[in-house]
């Protein structure tokens, strides 16, 4: 089993390095490989390697960047999703996929499910959505999980930001009104690798109606919370506590941040069909968060 890893530096990619290990011969590409800008760099790629499955890791994910370099997210978005897809296809092969919260408008009263119609409220959030779009108009046969406020033990991150300005500041000043469920890099890529191992397995009682399966999945940690409730359990933490890291924390609103791009107010996903047709169950943000925390020395 020939799995081709595009984007192995990122949040989710370095993750499923590991996890996809198990499953198969991983060939993990990054954009010294394969430029997603560049189509005949993804053809190639993808021509040469010949895999069974397609994992994209990759992406344009700056949210506030996008609003003044549209065409460059939309083509690492919204574009070369497509490109996988069709290049998949000819090898019919799998191609598993990852969206975003951001393609809410987030109006929305309660938890979004994957019937809910997506509305994008900025760049990033239409890239994405176009490029769910561009996969799904291909005949292929895909798996697309959208998740949220991804963070991780390395990278770029709303966690390892925080643990920077704490160190850096007394006060720390962050909005309360907007809500979703943060969700670790590494749990993201524990269930994509068990995903696929239904689809691999012999023995998975999914096999022989696995390809009935295909579409977008919500894939979130449970629980919800805002920014501000998140950085409040980063510092709550023991290990951050013992640091002598102890800033001030001001709840504030989206209105007294003002960034380029716009945020969706309710980002919260439901991930119960990801539940009910995987057998799947992600932790709740605060019990995941605690696990990364432990993992990251100070
Ligand atoms: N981060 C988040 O909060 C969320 C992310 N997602 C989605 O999850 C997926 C994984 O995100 P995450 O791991 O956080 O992303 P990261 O930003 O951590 O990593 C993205 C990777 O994409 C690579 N990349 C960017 N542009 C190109 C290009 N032109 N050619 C090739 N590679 C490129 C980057 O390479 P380089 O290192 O060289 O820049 C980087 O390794 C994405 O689809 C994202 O949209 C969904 C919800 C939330
Ligand atoms: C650093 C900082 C941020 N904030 C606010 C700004 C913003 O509204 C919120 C989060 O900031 P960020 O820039 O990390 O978040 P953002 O880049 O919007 O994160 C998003 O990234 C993309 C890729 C996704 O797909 C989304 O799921 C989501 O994770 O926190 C503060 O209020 N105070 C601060 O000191
Ligand atoms: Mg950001």
């Known amino acids: 089993?020939?799995?081709?890893?595009?984007?192995?530096?990122?949040?989710?990619?370095?993750?499923?390095?590991?996890t996809l290990a198990t499953l198969g011969?991983?060939?993990?590409?990054?954009?010294?490989?394969?430029?997603?800008?560049?189509?005949?760099?993804?053809?190639?790629?993808?021509?040469?390697?010949?895999?069974?499955?397609?994992?994209?890791?990759?992406?344009?994910?700056?949210?506030?960047?996008?609003?003044?370099?549209?065409?460059?997210?939309?083509?690492?978005?919204g574009v070369a999703p497509g490109i996988m897809a069709e290049e998949a296809k000819r090898l019919n092969a799998l191609v598993v996929h990852y969206s975003t919260d951001y393609v809410f408008d987030g109006t929305k009263?309660?938890?979004?499910?994957?019937?809910?119609?997506?509305?994008?409220?900025?760049v990033y959030g239409k890239t994405k959505l176009a490029g769910e779009q561009a996969v799904q108009a291909v005949d292929v046969q895909h798996i697309i999980l959208r998740t949220s406020w991804v963070y991780g033990v390395r990278g770029k991150n709303f966690l390892l930001t925080i643990l920077r300005l704490a160190k850096e500041r007394d006060e720390l000043k962050i909005v309360d009104d907007q809500i979703g469920a943060p969700t670790w890099s590494r749990m993201i890529a524990e269930a994509t690798g068990q995903i696929l191992a239904q689809k691999l397995s012999p023995f998975s009682i999914n096999q022989h109606s696995f390809s009935e399966l295909y579409g977008v999945y919500h894939l979130t940690s449970g629980g919800q919370t805002t920014w501000y409730g998140f950085t409040k359990a980063i510092l709550q933490h023991q290990s951050v506590i013992d640091c002598g890291l102890l800033p001030k924390l001001i709840p504030i609103s989206t209105k007294e941040y003002p960034l380029p791009a716009k945020r969706p107010e309710n980002s919260v996903l439901s991930s119960g069909s990801l539940i009910k047709t995987f057998g799947l169950t992600l932790p709740v943000w605060d019990r995941a968060l605690s696990i990364c925390l432990d993992e990251i020395n100070f």
């Open 109 to 122: 009263q309660g938890a979004y499910t994957e019937e809910d119609i997506p509305n994008p409220i900025n």
């Open 25 to 77: 011969d991983v060939i993990p590409v990054d954009r010294n490989q394969m430029d997603l800008a560049n189509p005949d760099s993804i053809r190639a790629v993808i021509r040469e390697a010949k895999p069974d499955i397609i994992v994209n890791a990759a992406a344009y994910t700056a949210v506030d960047k996008a609003e003044s370099e549209p065409e460059l997210a939309m083509a690492i978005n």
């Open 1 to 18: 089993m020939k799995i081709l890893l595009i984007g192995k530096n990122g949040q989710v990619g370095w993750e499923l390095q590991r």
